[in-house]
C-alpha cells in the first residue's frame, strides 16, 4: 500500500518558538496533501489543503498567517507552526491520496507537538 | 458541510463477540472511508466504501449512500482490534474528508 511518513515524531518546544513538520509521500507522487490536527479524545479537524505549486488553502478558523504550508515538491508537505503557544499542542497528522487510487487517502503516523 | 455522527461513541466488548458500529451522515456523499487508529496514532485504512458491501476477513462495510449510513462489522473481536474507529465521508472536490466523532472500543480478554 501506499506509505506516507511525518518528521518529527514528537517534539517539545519552547513558547514563541517555530516548529517545521515534514510529510513525505515515499512510494508515489502527490499534487494534494491535507494536514489535521487532533486533541486528546477528539476527532480528526481538516486544517488545510495542501496544494504542490499553489497556495494552501485553509479551512474557515485556521489561522494562514500561523500555520504555513508549503508543498514544494510532489512528495513533500511542510506545516510549519509560527510562534507556537501551549494551546498549539496537538497531534498533527498529515495525509496524501496516490493518483489513480479512487480517492483512497493515507495517512502519515503523526507529530505529537508539546509547547511549554 | 457534512454532519457526520457515530454510535456508540464508546464499547466494550468481551474478546470473541460480534459487534456493529454505525456512521450517519447528512449529505450525499462519492467518498467514504473507516479507519482504525491504534494507540500510537497511526491511522489504518480499513475500507474504502462510497456505497456497496465489502469484507476483509473478521471486519466487513456495508455504505447505503441512499440513505446516508455506513456500518461497520467486527466479528469475532480480538484485543487488538482495540482502538478509535473513525468514518471519513467527502464529497467535496478535491478528496476531502469530514471525520466523525469515533467509536471507542475496547476488547476485553
Known amino acids: 500500500g501506499a506509505v506516507v511518513s511525518q518528521h518529527p515524531s514528537r517534539v517539545i518546544c519552547k513558547s514563541g518558538t517555530s516548529v517545521k513538520i515534514e510529510c513525505r509521500s515515499l512510494?508515489?507522487?502527490?499534487?494534494?496533501m491535507f494536514w489535521y490536527r487532533q486533541f486528546p479524545k477528539q476527532s480528526l479537524m481538516l486544517m488545510a489543503t495542501?496544494?504542490?505549486?499553489?497556495?494552501?488553502?485553509?479551512e474557515q478558523g485556521v489561522e494562514k498567517d500561523k500555520f504555513l504550508i508549503n508543498h514544494a515538491s510532489l512528495t513533500l508537505s511542510t506545516l510549519t507552526v509560527t510562534s507556537a503557544h501551549p494551546e498549539d499542542s496537538s497531534f498533527y497528522i498529515c495525509?496524501?491520496?496516490?493518483?489513480?487510487?479512487?480517492?483512497?487517502?493515507?495517512f502519515g503516523p503523526g507529530t505529537r507537538l508539546l509547547v511549554l | 458541510g457534512i454532519q457526520v455522527e457515530q454510535s456508540p461513541p464508546d464499547l466494550i466488548l468481551q474478546e470473541g463477540a460480534n459487534s456493529t458500529l454505525r456512521c450517519n451522515f447528512s449529505?450525499?456523499?462519492?467518498?467514504l472511508q473507516w479507519f482504525h487508529q491504534n494507540p500510537w496514532g497511526q491511522l489504518i485504512n480499513l475500507f474504502y466504501?462510497?456505497?456497496g458491501t465489502k469484507q476483509n476477513g473478521r471486519l466487513s462495510a456495508t455504505t447505503v449512500a441512499t440513505e446516508r449510513y455506513s456500518l461497520l462489522y467486527i466479528s469475532s473481536s480480538q484485543t487488538t482490534d482495540s482502538g478509535v474507529y473513525f468514518c471519513?465521508?467527502?464529497?467535496?472536490?478535491?478528496?476531502?474528508?469530514?471525520f466523525g466523532g469515533g467509536t471507542r472500543v475496547l476488547v476485553k480478554p
Open positions: 449529505d450525499s456523499v462519492n467518498n
Open positions: 471519513a465521508p467527502g464529497r467535496a472536490a478535491g478528496n476531502k474528508l469530514t
Open positions: 466504501i462510497p456505497s
Open positions: 495542501s496544494n504542490e505549486g499553489s497556495k494552501a488553502t485553509y
Open positions: 512510494d508515489f507522487q502527490a499534487t494534494t
Open positions: 495525509s496524501a491520496a496516490p493518483p489513480g487510487a479512487r480517492e483512497t487517502q493515507y
